[in-house]
């Protein structure tokens, strides 16, 4: 089947131009002025670019007690909406689980998937089974990336000996270790305390999650990937003490990426304040939303480059399960989504008020992450014999979010009553027109697992590099006997 998008405007992390595009049997097959023939979809006044890629999704998660309310269909068809073509998840094996049922188990999730998707495996235990196991996740199962989580003590945590051993394994498979960065010792201890000082509402959840908590933390786990030769990506960076270990490492040439959510550039923490208990519940999520000296900072990490990525980390829970914390901040089900809105918010906030480029909109959207999970240029790249997953965005189209007309299962909306400009005229997953301006057309089960392979240039770079200047045993010729 061949598909031609006319009269766009080319826009990638690198170049804009105008010509159109062939699309066959999914693939972009030319690019070129005049192209005819086949099904014509018409870009004219449209900018058409790499679909987009949330490399951060929790879709049907277990966690505190129940299972985030969007599933792979939803999910998917929210992204999709949203302009997002493919999603990558987290399977998060149970303390004492083979990391390989846990992958099993994240994709019988999958069958409704309506665009592409890829899995993160958390390192949530360690032992020589997991040791031995994340090779076959790496050279088998097409997984490069493994999720440690710093926060969540007595659940996902794991401590600085089993995050360090991991890394090693990670800097000898070529995989690349991801890092929820909060100092979970103290968050428990901070937690407690406000309990005891009948601290018990949502606000409290953001006071017990200072931005030095997360800085610490992502200052601790960089300093430990150095150390043990890897690279490191810091998920959800939301404040400057985060994003600036971040930036004196990258200063220093440490491979570290750091990813802001669209929630954490664009809300603040003025929502906890809210008397509503719902309104602050619905919003609480791990880190916190910050003032807005730390968004500035974040979006300055994004023009500047030392900030790499924006995705969602949607993982939405209805208000009804947000209730399970009433009188205990710490039951509130974390997490907030965001698939639909991560584009036209940014666009929005971004690209309209010249804060980013197009084309940096495209590198922090989809193109800098397939190049650091190694799936660049099938992803994120329009360029023949790459994936036609492409976004169609018309920079006029505009819209009031409204949890009323929303692709997600909850019944509330984080971005409600925002205005964005520049939405998707047309979203294609490997060429079929997902959706059509306002018609949803996503085909239940066409999203396929994206397998990606170990060893980018950088783990590659970084393992030449660290191999060169390893500790060496100095040979001498002369040395004194013992006592003498
Ligand atoms: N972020 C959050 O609050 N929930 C999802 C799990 C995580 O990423 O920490
Ligand atoms: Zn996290
Ligand atoms: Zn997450």
Same mark, same amino acid.
Request: glycine letters at 8%.
């Given at each position: 089947?061949?598909?031609?998008?006319?009269?766009?405007?080319?826009?990638? %992390?690198? #170049?804009?131009?105008?010509?159109?595009?062939?699309?066959?049997?999914?693939?972009?097959?030319?690019?070129?002025?005049? #192209?005819?023939?086949?099904?014509?979809?018409?870009?004219?006044?449209?900018?058409?670019?790499?679909?987009?890629?949330?490399?951060?999704?929790h879709?049907e998660m277990p966690f505190?007690?129940?299972?985030s309310?969007?599933?792979?269909?939803?999910?998917?068809?929210?992204?999709?909406?949203?302009?997002?073509?493919?999603?990558?998840d987290f399977a998060l094996p149970n303390p004492?689980q083979?990391l390989?049922d846990a992958l099993?188990m994240w994709?019988?999730k999958?069958?409704?998937?309506?665009?592409?998707?890829?899995f993160h495996m958390a390192i949530t235990w360690?032992?020589?089974?997991?040791?031995?196991? *994340?090779?076959?996740?790496?050279?088998?199962?097409?997984?490069?990336?493994?999720k440690h989580f710093?926060?969540y003590?007595?659940a996902l945590?794991?401590? =600085?000996?089993? *995050?360090?051993?991991?890394?090693?394994?990670?800097?000898?498979?070529?995989?690349?270790?991801?890092?929820h960065?909060?100092?979970?010792?103290?968050?428990?201890?901070?937690?407690?305390?406000?309990?005891?000082?009948?601290?018990?509402?949502?606000?409290?959840?953001?006071?017990?999650?200072?931005?030095?908590?997360?800085?610490?933390?992502?200052?601790?786990?960089?300093?430990?990937?150095?150390?043990?030769?890897? &690279?490191?990506?810091?998920?959800?960076?939301?404040?400057?003490?985060?994003?600036?270990?971040?930036?004196?490492?990258?200063?220093?040439?440490?491979?570290?990426?750091?990813?802001?959510?669209?929630?954490?550039?664009?809300?603040?923490?003025?929502?906890?304040?809210? &008397?509503?208990?719902?309104?602050?519940?619905?919003?609480?999520?791990?880190?916190?939303?910050?003032?807005?000296?730390?968004? =500035?900072?974040?979006?300055?990490?994004?023009?500047?480059?030392?900030?790499?990525?924006?995705?969602? =980390?949607?993982?939405?829970?209805?208000?009804?399960?947000? !209730?399970?914390?009433?009188?205990?901040?710490?039951?509130?089900?974390?997490?907030?989504?965001?698939?639909?809105?991560? *584009?036209?918010?940014?666009?929005?906030?971004?690209?309209?008020?010249?804060?980013?480029?197009?084309?940096?909109?495209?590198?922090?959207?989809?193109?800098?992450?397939?190049?650091? #999970?190694?799936?660049? &240029?099938?992803?994120?790249?329009?360029?023949?014999? %790459?994936?036609?997953?492409?976004?169609?965005?018309?920079?006029?189209?505009?819209?009031?979010?409204?949890?009323?007309?929303?692709?997600?299962?909850?019944?509330?909306?984080?971005?409600?009553?925002?205005?964005?400009?520049?939405?998707? !005229?047309?979203?294609?997953?490997?060429?079929?027109?997902?959706?059509?301006?306002?018609?949803?057309?996503?085909?239940?089960?066409?999203?396929?697992?994206?397998?990606?392979? &170990?060893?980018?240039?950088?783990?590659?770079? #970084?393992?030449?590099?660290?191999?060169?200047?390893?500790?060496?045993?100095?040979?001498?010729?002369?040395?004194?006997?013992?006592?003498?």
């Amino acid at each position: 089947m061949t598909t031609i998008i006319k009269n766009g405007t080319i826009v990638t %992390a690198d #170049l804009t131009y105008t010509a159109d595009i062939r699309i066959e049997n999914g693939l972009i097959a030319e690019i070129g002025q005049n #192209l005819t023939g086949g099904d014509t979809l018409d870009a004219t006044g449209c900018y058409v670019m790499p679909g987009g890629i949330d490399p951060h999704t929790h879709l049907e998660m277990p966690f505190m007690g129940t299972y985030s309310a969007d599933d792979f269909e939803s999910g998917t068809r929210a992204a999709l909406a949203g302009g997002t073509t493919m999603v990558v998840d987290f399977a998060l094996p149970n303390p004492g689980q083979s990391l390989l049922d846990a992958l099993d188990m994240w994709h019988n999730k999958t069958s409704r998937a309506a665009c592409d998707y890829s899995f993160h495996m958390a390192i949530t235990w360690w032992g020589a089974q997991v040791f031995e196991e *994340m090779e076959t996740i790496v050279r088998d199962r097409g997984i490069n990336t493994f999720k440690h989580f710093m926060a969540y003590k007595g659940a996902l945590m794991v401590d =600085d000996d089993e *995050m360090f051993a991991s890394f090693q394994r990670c800097a000898e498979l070529g995989a690349l270790p991801l890092v929820h960065a909060e100092n979970g010792d103290v968050v428990a201890q901070m937690q407690a305390k406000l309990m005891a000082d009948g601290n018990d509402g949502p606000e409290a959840h953001a006071y017990s999650r200072p931005p030095e908590v997360e800085g610490e933390a992502t200052n601790r786990a960089i300093m430990i990937a150095d150390m043990a030769g890897c &690279p490191v990506y810091i998920v959800h960076t939301s404040c400057e003490q985060s994003h600036e270990a971040i930036r004196r490492a990258r200063q220093k040439g440490c491979r570290v990426y750091g990813e802001p959510l669209i929630q954490h550039l664009t809300l603040d923490e003025s929502e906890y304040a809210n &008397p509503d208990w719902d309104h602050a519940a619905r919003r609480v999520m791990s880190p916190p939303f910050r003032s807005k000296q730390h968004q =500035d900072s974040l979006w300055a990490g994004l023009s500047s480059g030392s900030l790499q990525v924006v995705a969602t =980390d949607h993982c939405a829970f209805t208000t009804q399960q947000k !209730r399970s914390g009433l009188g205990d901040f710490r039951k509130i089900p974390n997490g907030t989504g965001g698939l639909e809105d991560r *584009m036209p918010m940014l666009w929005t906030h971004g690209v309209a008020t010249g804060r980013i480029t197009m084309n940096e909109f495209v590198a922090v959207t989809s193109t800098n992450i397939a190049k650091i #999970l190694n799936i660049y &240029p099938k992803k994120g790249a329009i360029l023949v014999g %790459a994936d036609a997953d492409l976004v169609v965005w018309d920079p006029k189209r505009t819209k009031t979010i409204s949890a009323k007309t929303q692709q997600s299962a909850i019944d509330y909306n984080v971005f409600e009553g925002k205005t964005v400009t520049g939405l998707p !005229r047309y979203t294609l997953t490997r060429g079929v027109v997902a959706i059509e301006e306002d018609t949803v057309k996503t085909r239940e089960g066409h999203g396929a697992f994206v397998r990606r392979p &170990p060893v980018t240039p950088v783990a590659k770079a #970084l393992s030449t590099w660290k191999d060169i200047t390893a500790p060496r045993k100095v040979t001498r010729t002369g040395i004194p006997a013992s006592g003498v």
